[in-house]
């Protein structure tokens, strides 16, 4: 499948927020939006936000899903944003998804939107039915901090000047964020795991693999399962191997190996050419049945026989490895780290 790559924004250009999940209107989320948009100014770009970002009489995101959908239509396809960043994750963008005109956005000039988790009911679609690549990664929350690695990196993405990223030397716990808003342009992450990676099968003890990258959250991938959004079946006819990136924010063990299981048994894993998953935040270190956050996925695709690399820097668990999502990659892994080199031809 012949995907489009936006071109990358150059400094001067304005970049959207938008809120098709959940807006900036509680905190830490008010003042960290400020602080992203002081930083991503001092960066040289413009920022323009919708209303939509300001808005919270919706349920589960941020307004009326029509409406949160039309100005997501209008950021993608305007010739005034140069990329779009949303405002923030959720619980029920597919509602809003449900509504966009995928058509339109296909039809529209290519240009870069970011976000993750809920986001992954516009990002998935994006790839898959509009064959346009898309960055998972920060939400515009996620630069109202003290930029490193994760922030940097995707900046780099947006602008076209990262060819190779690679995870990093630890992680922070899920109950070190730090929520508060005190000189939250100083706030770093808590970093006190050493991050160990999970190489299956196990007696690998260094892996290569590489095709398209694909993925996002497995809670919302499990339930686009079947829609019309689920464009697979086609994907896969014209895709060649696909680097399958996953992560869980809210499953369980149990659940994560359902919905594993469910995408397998729906064909989506046929070109399959790996795995990279990330840590899971509601799993972490959770056993439920004799079920773990490793067997939960490694029993239900040992049969493909593919590398899996799991423990990544990927998804809800700080420090992440934001991930252009439809670009063609090679992905290498070791016990220690991991890395993605992006093919941009």
């Known amino acids: 499948m012949n995907i489009r790559i936006p071109p990358s924004i150059q400094k001067g250009c304005t970049i959207g927020v938008t809120a098709p999940s959940f807006g900036c209107t509680t905190e830490p989320y008010i003042s960290r939006f400020k602080c992203a ?61 449900g509504f966009i005109d995928f058509e339109k956005i296909a039809a529209a000039p290519a240009k870069w939107f970011m976000g993750y988790s809920d986001n992954t009911n516009f990002i998935f679609p994006l790839v898959t039915k509009c064959g346009v690549a898309a960055i998972y990664g920060p939400t515009i929350t996620g630069f109202g901090k003290k930029w490193q690695e994760t922030e940097l990196y995707s ?81 896969n006819k014209n895709s060649g191997p696909v680097i399958w990136i996953l992560e869980s924010c809210d499953g369980n063990p149990a659940e994560i190996r359902r919905q594993i299981w469910h995408l397998k048994s729906a064909d989506w894993f046929e070109n399959a050419a790996g795995f990279l998953v990330g840590r899971p935040l509601a799993s972490l270190g959770k056993t439920l049945f004799g079920i773990d956050q490793y067997n939960a996925v490694t029993d239900i695709l040992a049969d493909l026989e593919v590398p899996i690399v799991m423990d990544a820097d990927i998804g809800h668990v700080d420090p992440v490895v934001p991930i252009a999502m439809g670009l063609q990659a090679e992905v290498s892994a070791d016990r220690r780290n991991f890395k993605i080199q992006y093919d941009r031809r």
């Open 155 to 235: 900046i780099g993405l947006l602008e076209g000047k990262i060819k190779e990223t690679s995870g990093f030397e630890k992680f922070q716990l899920p109950e070190n964020d730090n929520s508060s808003t005190e000189k939250i342009e100083e706030q770093t992450y808590c970093l006190t795991e050493k991050k160990i990676i999970r190489l299956f099968p196990q007696e690998n003890e260094q892996v290569h693999f590489s095709g398209i990258l694909l993925g996002g959250c497995l809670d919302v991938l499990a339930n686009l399962c079947g829609t019309h959004l689920d464009c697979m079946k086609e994907f």
């Open 37 to 97: 948009k002081t930083q991503l100014e001092s960066a040289g770009y413009k920022i323009s936000a919708g209303e939509t970002v300001f808005k919270s009489d919706g349920k589960g995101i941020s307004t009326d899903p029509r409406t949160a959908a039309r100005e997501l239509e209008e950021f993608y396809c305007s010739g005034s944003n140069s990329a779009v960043i949303s405002a923030g994750g959720g619980e029920l963008m597919c509602e809003t998804a």
